[in-house]
């Protein structure tokens, strides 16, 4: 199968680059809906020829989840980037038509017994993964394109290195005026004491992970806030101290949201494939168990 | 979640992405391993382990099995043993469990439980009516054929859950089943249907009636000349005079009122001959065939005594009863050629033919004598095998003794004697008759050289039965021991036909002089004391014929041979001389004391009616017996036996109908019954109402009632009519009522369809429903009109047999 990514080249020449990727991901949205739409309508024809539609959205499960163990097995086995990017793009895709297959062979409803229970289960949280996966992947790759780190370790030397320039700004004295002789304010200590008070811990600490999860800025804003405060009663030297430190904090923002970004693609690796083995196991125990007890009608 | 908030810190502590897949795997191998090892752990160790495999609950009506193998015929009881259900076992297996609590006929398996034949016929049908009609297949069902043709499914059998899904809910539905689900097997398809169902064909009728009604005569012809003549009858005002809703299945049979209610008025007296205008009302049941007896003695046939002056011809109930054996049917094919009553050109093989036959004819009626009427049905079958007491009872309507007795007495009187004279032959030398059957017939073909003639003549100066062969002597002397035990004693105090004391001393003196005595077999012999035959009275024909008025009755004669050097134990006793003697001067003793329920004339009364016996008796006179038995029963006429038919739902008839009817094709004699049963001028009329079938294969049958709702199981249409009949008035489809559906086809060739056998082959007294009058209800936004609404999957009705409980047995547990 193939899946577009975008429009060819010559064709793409008219468009600009967004609308062709638009465009390639429209038509791959419009293959799954008629692939998924074909499945129904093959398994409402096998159910109406005397058969029980349950063995062939179970086969049609059963086959998408090797075809998925197969493209995990290419992926890890190391092609060139290329075609990597094409093999994660058809599991991707092969996962989204696979959930059509699930609801059919579930009859759309909850299960009624355990094993059905572990079962639904198992796909439920292997599909809900492989979605998060979906959307990692594509943080991943903004993040790339942004110049983050991937790493979590490469991200926490990144923000160990933010916290000492923010230090290192924060303790840096300013220059006296010296045309007017006036009374020197107090801004090395307004600074000093946002440093303190707001950007030690802010540095210091992620944060909450479920806010980062949500992207919310709300600790950001805060101290944007502050350092807002400050501005007003800063002169112009103080006001280009707070703006690089005001730089330094949207940095760590954003560092924050990558660091949980790789956190979560760890826990996702942890679970994602690991359950995707256990629901293999369960799904052939489940065929053996269904072709034990079967009457014949399939 | 802690754990996996560690683990995920611990591999972000190792950082690098790849270090983390390859620790990622290891855990996926390891969940892996831990989910085998807790599917088998759970297995093993829940004590319902099989439960927790089952995919969901079973309806409520199955929620009480416990076990997985009361369903699952593989399955097996132990922990793993449902693993065996992957090796597969008996076809059918769990079906076949199915059938356990729910009766589902021996064609379950295919479509509709219904016979292969029933399909293919089905099948055929249908493809003629495809190629016939315009009509656009639905793309989906094209489809779904290409796809997946249902015809494999139905190839390998029809399994119960092809249809029926359980491990669905307690509520599902399991009889639930789509109009696509029963389009994927038809040669017709649609989606709907009031767009695009075909026409009916010919519904309601896949026959012609069981009972022959012609409405249109009776609408037309019938019933307004009753009116005229007797405007007190009732006339049917209404078709609910005589039709409905039947009792027996409820609401939606229509059934048939029954002949008291709707015929009797005008047809009873059909049945039970009061409206006969010429011929015998009864049917002669036994009947003395009347026999060239001069040509018989002359050629010194031995045939013992045979009334000269019958006429009657052999009933066909005689040659049913006869061919219950072989040497019976032997006797029935080799004298079947021949005028018994002019036997001057029969050959010498067809005279030992004839004799024999004689004896068989008055072994016959020995036998019924001494051991019942039935006796004389030994050895017959029905659809059902030998025949039951209730059958044999039917068949002989209660057959009294002393009818026969009566009958024996004054048309063979020394039956008893002569009869315990014969050697007892077994029925099993059969070798014997058939080379006797076979002579007769190459006889009859071919004319006997001269040679063969005298030798044949000679034979018949042998015993005339033969002796089995190979017969030992000590056969032999137990069969003359057999015969000295037959021979009946003197009579010193009789009553009512019936000896209550016997003289043993008379016998004695009787058996002394018994050797100085010329027999009377040596003097009928001689020519002289033989009385010339009557003048032949009018030809008598029982059965379908006129019967002649009684005639006189002439003295017995005595054909026999000589037999003085026979052994004195073989002389008649004094008082059967003194009988032989009062018959040849006509003056039979019986005459001057008849037994109860017989006549003492010759026109004799039904028997079992004593009072109308002594009556007749008394009076001297000939009273008129057919008239006597006119509410049915017994009576002897001339030389036969007549039954004369007891009303509608005579159970001598139906039973000898319903005998004879399924062997009528291959066997002579029942079919000699059938025919004269049926025939258009038979006595009770049976057939002029019920139809005959003739089936392929199972024979002729009479239908005796009219369509019941067990007759339409098989098929596949059903149709309720109170419902509809509820509705009708006020649907502004008809205003005819009934006719608005069924309209009266008055120039139908109704009747004649009837002329044939086969029931398929009809035509109707109604215009077949249109499926248009249907639509006018049964519309999409309307009625129902799924196709499970008026056809049932399964053509006969699954039924749920009793359970198998053993009674308790007195002191047991």
Same mark, same amino acid.
């Given at each position: 199968?193939?899946?577009?990514?975008?429009?060819?080249?010559?064709? *793409?020449?008219?468009?600009?680059?967004?609308?062709?990727?638009?465009?390639?991901?429209?038509?791959?949205?419009?293959?799954?809906?008629?692939?998924?739409?074909?499945?129904?309508?093959?398994?409402?024809?096998?159910?109406?020829?005397?058969?029980?539609?349950?063995?062939?959205?179970?086969?049609?499960?059963?086959?998408?989840? /090797?075809?998925?163990?197969?493209?995990?097995?290419?992926?890890?086995?190391?092609?060139?980037?290329?075609?990597?990017?094409?093999?994660?793009?058809?599991?991707?895709?092969?996962?989204?038509?696979?959930?059509?297959?699930?609801?059919?062979?579930?009859?759309?409803?909850?299960?009624? *017994?355990?094993?059905?229970?572990?079962?639904?289960?198992?796909?439920?949280? /292997?599909?809900?993964?492989?979605?998060?996966?979906?959307?990692?992947?594509?943080?991943?790759?903004?993040?790339?394109?942004?110049?983050?780190?991937?790493?979590?370790?490469?991200?926490?030397?990144?923000?160990?290195?933010?916290?000492?320039?923010?230090? /290192?700004?924060?303790?840096?004295?300013?220059?006296?005026?010296?045309?007017?002789?006036?009374?020197?304010?107090?801004?090395?200590?307004?600074?000093?004491?946002?440093?303190?008070?707001?950007?030690?811990?802010?540095?210091?600490?992620?944060?909450?992970?479920?806010?980062?999860?949500?992207?919310?800025?709300?600790?950001?804003?805060?101290?944007?806030?502050?350092?807002?405060?400050?501005?007003?009663?800063?002169?112009?030297?103080?006001?280009?101290?707070?703006?690089?430190?005001?730089?330094?904090?949207?940095?760590?923002?954003?560092?924050?949201?990558?660091?949980?970004?790789?956190?979560? *693609?760890?826990?996702?690796?942890?679970?994602?494939?690991?359950?995707?083995?256990?629901?293999?196991?369960?799904?052939?125990?489940?065929?053996?168990? /269904?072709?034990?007890?079967?009457?014949?009608?399939? | 979640?802690?754990?996996?908030?560690?683990?995920?810190?611990?591999?972000?502590?190792?950082?690098?992405?790849?270090?983390?897949?390859?620790?990622?795997?290891?855990?996926?191998?390891?969940?892996?391993?831990?989910?085998?090892?807790?599917?088998?752990?759970?297995?093993?160790?829940?004590?319902?382990?099989?439960?927790?495999?089952?995919?969901?609950?079973?309806?409520? !009506?199955?929620?009480?099995?416990?076990?997985?193998?009361? %369903?699952?015929?593989?399955?097996?009881?132990?922990?793993?043993?449902?693993?065996?259900?992957?090796?597969?076992?008996?076809?059918?297996?769990?079906?076949?469990? %199915?059938?356990?609590?729910?009766?589902? &006929?021996?064609?379950?398996?295919?479509?509709?439980?219904?016979?292969?034949?029933?399909?293919?016929?089905?099948?055929?049908?249908?493809?003629?009516?495809?190629?016939?009609?315009?009509?656009?297949?639905?793309?989906?069902?094209?489809?779904?054929?290409?796809?997946?043709?249902?015809?494999?499914?139905?190839?390998? &059998?029809?399994?119960?859950?092809?249809?029926?899904?359980?491990?669905?809910?307690?509520?599902?539905?399991?009889?639930?089943?789509?109009?696509?689900? %029963?389009?994927?097997?038809?040669?017709?398809?649609?989606?709907?249907?009031?767009?695009?169902?075909?026409?009916?064909?010919?519904?309601?009728?896949?026959?012609?009636?069981?009972?022959?009604?012609?409405?249109?005569?009776?609408?037309?012809?019938?019933?307004?000349?009753?009116?005229?003549?007797?405007?007190?009858?009732?006339?049917?005002?209404?078709?609910?005079?005589?039709?409905?809703?039947?009792?027996?299945?409820?609401?939606?049979?229509?059934?048939?009122?029954?002949?008291?209610?709707?015929?009797?008025?005008?047809?009873?007296?059909?049945?039970?001959?009061?409206?006969?205008?010429?011929?015998?009302?009864?049917?002669?049941?036994?009947?003395?065939?009347?026999?060239?007896?001069?040509?018989?003695?002359?050629?010194?046939? @031995?045939?013992?005594?045979?009334?000269?002056?019958?006429?009657?011809?052999?009933?066909?109930?005689?040659?049913?009863?006869?061919?219950?054996?072989?040497?019976? #049917?032997?006797?029935?094919?080799?004298?079947?050629?021949?005028?018994?009553?002019?036997?001057?050109?029969?050959?010498?093989?067809?005279?030992?033919?004839?004799?024999?036959?004689?004896?068989?004819?008055?072994?016959?009626?020995?036998?019924?004598?001494?051991? &019942?009427?039935?006796?004389?049905?030994?050895?017959?079958?029905?659809?059902?095998?030998?025949?039951?007491?209730?059958?044999?009872?039917?068949?002989?309507?209660?057959?009294?003794?002393?009818?026969?007795?009566?009958?024996?007495?004054?048309?063979?009187?020394?039956?008893?004697?002569?009869?315990?004279? #014969?050697?007892?032959?077994?029925?099993?030398?059969?070798?014997?008759?058939?080379?006797?059957?076979?002579?007769?017939?190459?006889?009859?073909?071919?004319?006997?050289?001269?040679?063969?003639?005298?030798?044949?003549?000679?034979?018949?100066?042998?015993?005339?039965?033969?002796?089995?062969?190979?017969?030992?002597?000590?056969?032999?002397? #137990?069969?003359?021991?057999?015969?000295?035990?037959?021979?009946?004693?003197?009579?010193?105090?009789?009553?009512?036909?019936?000896?209550?004391?016997? @003289?043993?001393? @008379?016998?004695?003196?009787?058996?002394?002089?018994?050797?100085?005595?010329?027999?009377?077999?040596?003097?009928?012999?001689?020519?002289?004391?033989?009385?010339?035959?009557?003048?032949?009275?009018?030809?008598?024909?029982?059965?379908?014929?006129?019967?002649?008025?009684?005639?006189?009755?002439?003295?017995?004669?005595? =054909?026999?041979?000589?037999?003085?050097? =026979?052994?004195?134990?073989?002389?008649?006793?004094?008082?059967?001389?003194?009988?032989?003697?009062?018959?040849?001067?006509?003056?039979?003793?019986?005459?001057?004391?008849?037994?109860?329920?017989?006549?003492?004339?010759?026109?004799?009364?039904? !028997?079992?009616?004593?009072?109308?016996?002594?009556?007749? !008796? #008394?009076?001297?006179?000939?009273?008129?017996?057919?008239?006597? =038995?006119?509410?049915?029963?017994?009576?002897?006429?001339?030389?036969?036996?007549?039954?004369?038919?007891?009303?509608?739902?005579?159970?001598?008839?139906?039973?000898?109908?319903?005998?004879?009817?399924?062997?009528?094709?291959?066997?002579?004699?029942?079919?000699?019954?059938?025919?004269?049963?049926?025939?258009?001028?038979?006595?009770?009329?049976?057939?002029?109402?019920?139809?005959?079938?003739?089936?392929?294969?199972?024979?002729?049958?009479?239908?005796?009632?009219?369509?019941?709702?067990?007759?339409?199981?098989?098929?596949?249409?059903?149709?309720?009519?109170?419902?509809?009949?509820?509705?009708?008035?006020?649907?502004?489809?008809?205003?005819?009522?009934?006719? &608005? %559906?069924?309209?009266?086809?008055?120039?139908?060739?109704?009747?004649?369809?009837?002329?044939?056998?086969?029931?398929?082959?009809?035509?109707?007294?109604?215009?077949?429903?249109?499926?248009?009058?249907?639509?006018?209800?049964?519309?999409?936004?309307?009625?129902?009109?799924?196709?499970?609404?008026?056809?049932?999957?399964?053509?006969?009705?699954?039924?749920?047999?009793?359970?198998?409980?053993?009674?308790?047995?007195?002191?047991?547990?």
């Amino acid at each position: 199968m193939f899946v577009i990514s975008r429009l060819p080249k010559r064709r *793409t020449s008219l468009l600009s680059a967004g609308a062709a990727v638009m465009a390639g991901r429209t038509l791959t949205l419009l293959a799954g809906v008629c692939l998924c739409a074909a499945i129904f309508v093959l398994i409402k024809l096998y159910g109406r020829a005397l058969r029980d539609a349950r063995y062939l959205d179970g086969w049609i499960l059963a086959g998408g989840m /090797v075809g998925q163990l197969a493209l995990h097995a290419a992926i890890k086995t190391g092609f060139s980037r290329k075609l990597l990017a094409r093999i994660r793009r058809l599991h991707i895709f092969t996962g989204y038509v696979l959930i059509a297959a699930f609801a059919s062979h579930t009859a759309f409803s909850l299960p009624d *017994t355990k094993l059905e229970w572990l079962l639904w289960s198992g796909f439920a949280i /292997v599909t809900a993964s492989g979605i998060l996966g979906t959307y990692l992947a594509r943080l991943q790759r903004n993040a790339a394109r942004e110049g983050l780190p991937a790493t979590v370790d490469g991200i926490a030397k990144r923000r160990d290195a933010l916290m000492e320039q923010a230090e /290192v700004f924060a303790a840096r004295a300013l220059q006296a005026n010296a045309v007017l002789g006036l009374p020197k304010p107090p801004q090395d200590a307004w600074i000093a004491g946002l440093y303190a008070n707001h950007l030690a811990s802010y540095f210091g600490k992620p944060g909450n992970a479920v806010r980062r999860a949500f992207r919310s800025k709300r600790q950001m804003q805060r101290i944007m806030e502050e350092i807002a405060d400050l501005t007003v009663y800063a002169d112009t030297a103080a006001n280009v101290k707070l703006a690089e430190i005001r730089a330094l904090v949207i940095e760590n923002d954003r560092l924050n949201w990558a660091a949980l970004r790789a956190k979560l *693609t760890i826990g996702w690796m942890l679970v994602h494939v690991p359950i995707t083995y256990g629901l293999v196991v369960l799904g052939v125990f489940h065929i053996i168990v /269904v072709y034990s007890f079967s009457s014949g009608a399939w | 979640m802690f754990w996996f908030g560690r683990l995920v810190s611990l591999c972000a502590q190792r950082a690098a992405p790849v270090l983390s897949s390859a620790l990622r795997d290891r855990i996926a191998i390891l969940v892996a391993f831990l989910t085998i090892i807790g599917i088998g752990a759970a297995t093993s160790m829940m004590p319902t382990s099989t439960r927790l495999l089952m995919p969901g609950p079973l309806t409520s !009506a199955h929620a009480s099995l416990q076990s997985c193998s009361a %369903c699952h015929a593989n399955s097996g009881f132990g922990k793993w043993t449902w693993l065996r259900g992957l090796i597969g076992g008996k076809p059918h297996g769990d079906s076949k469990a %199915c059938a356990g609590c729910h009766s589902i &006929g021996e064609h379950a398996f295919n479509a509709h439980g219904a016979r292969l034949d029933v399909l293919k016929r089905s099948t055929r049908h249908a493809e003629k009516r495809a190629a016939t009609i315009a009509m656009a297949i639905p793309k989906s069902a094209m489809l779904q054929s290409m796809a997946f043709p249902a015809s494999q499914m139905s190839a390998r &059998g029809i399994e119960c859950a092809t249809c029926h899904q359980e491990h669905q809910g307690a509520q599902f539905e399991l009889t639930a089943m789509s109009d696509e689900q %029963c389009r994927s097997c038809h040669t017709i398809k649609f989606d709907s249907f009031d767009r695009d169902h075909p026409a009916f064909d010919g519904y309601p009728f896949t026959r012609r009636t069981r009972i022959i009604y012609d409405h249109a005569s009776h609408f037309s012809k019938h019933f307004p000349e009753v009116a005229k003549k007797s405007p007190t009858k009732n006339i049917p005002q209404t078709c609910a005079n005589c039709h409905v809703t039947g009792a027996d299945a409820g609401k939606s049979f229509m059934g048939v009122a029954t002949f008291e209610q709707a015929c009797a008025a005008c047809h009873a007296n059909q049945i039970n001959g009061n409206e006969r205008a010429i011929g015998p009302k009864g049917i002669a049941f036994l009947t003395v065939p009347g026999l060239d007896v001069q040509t018989l003695k002359s050629r010194n046939a @031995n045939i013992g005594e045979w009334p000269e002056d019958s006429e009657a011809a052999l009933s066909p109930f005689m040659k049913v009863m006869l061919s219950r054996t072989k040497r019976g #049917r032997a006797l029935l094919t080799a004298v079947a050629g021949l005028n018994l009553q002019d036997l001057s050109r029969a050959n010498a093989a067809q005279m030992t033919a004839v004799s024999n036959f004689v004896w068989e004819i008055k072994s016959l009626f020995n036998d019924m004598l001494s051991n &019942g009427a039935g006796s004389a049905l030994r050895g017959l079958k029905d659809a059902n095998g030998v025949l039951s007491a209730d059958a044999v009872a039917d068949l002989t309507a209660h057959l009294p003794h002393d009818a026969i007795l009566a009958a024996q007495r004054e048309w063979l009187p020394s039956l008893a004697l002569e009869m315990s004279r #014969r050697k007892v032959t077994s029925d099993d030398a059969d070798g014997v008759w058939e080379e006797m059957r076979e002579a007769a017939n190459i006889e009859t073909r071919a004319e006997p050289s001269a040679q063969s003639r005298a030798e044949a003549e000679e034979k018949t100066d042998e015993e005339t039965v033969p002796e089995p062969a190979g017969a030992s002597a000590a056969e032999k002397k #137990r069969a003359q021991s057999t015969s000295v035990k037959r021979d009946p004693r003197p009579c010193q105090v009789r009553l009512f036909g019936q000896c209550l004391l016997h @003289n043993e001393q @008379n016998h004695k003196v009787d058996a002394a002089e018994a050797g100085r005595r010329p027999t009377p077999d040596s003097a009928f012999s001689d020519g002289q004391r033989v009385p010339q035959p009557a003048k032949s009275p009018q030809a008598m024909r029982v059965g379908l014929g006129d019967v002649a008025a009684p005639q006189k009755k002439s003295a017995v004669k005595i =054909a026999d041979k000589d037999t003085s050097e =026979a052994d004195e134990l073989l002389f008649p006793t004094a008082d059967e001389l003194r009988e032989i003697e009062a018959l040849t001067k006509g003056k039979s003793p019986l005459r001057a004391a008849p037994a109860p329920g017989v006549l003492a004339s010759p026109a004799t009364a039904p !028997a079992g009616s004593t009072d109308a016996a002594d009556a007749a !008796a #008394r009076a001297g006179s000939d009273g008129d017996a057919e008239s006597w =038995a006119a509410s049915g029963g017994w009576y002897r006429q001339d030389y036969a036996i007549l039954y004369r038919p007891a009303g509608h739902k005579d159970k001598f008839m139906a039973a000898w109908l319903r005998l004879t009817a399924r062997q009528s094709a291959s066997d002579d004699a029942s079919n000699a019954v059938f025919a004269a049963l049926t025939h258009k001028d038979a006595q009770g009329a049976c057939s002029k109402c019920h139809s005959i079938d003739t089936g392929a294969n199972t024979g002729r049958s009479v239908n005796f009632s009219p369509a019941k709702a067990a007759d339409a199981a098989g098929r596949f249409t059903r149709f309720s009519h109170e419902p509809h009949m509820a509705v009708m008035p006020n649907s502004g489809i008809t205003d005819k009522g009934c006719l &608005g %559906c069924h309209a009266l086809q008055k120039d139908s060739p109704y009747l004649k369809s009837f002329e044939q056998g086969n029931p398929a082959s009809f035509a109707s007294n109604f215009t077949p429903v249109k499926a248009e009058i249907c639509r006018s209800c049964h519309t999409e936004g309307k009625a129902r009109q799924d196709c499970q609404l008026c056809h049932s999957y399964h053509v006969d009705q699954i039924g749920t047999p009793e359970a198998a409980t053993k009674t308790l047995l007195l002191g047991g547990d």
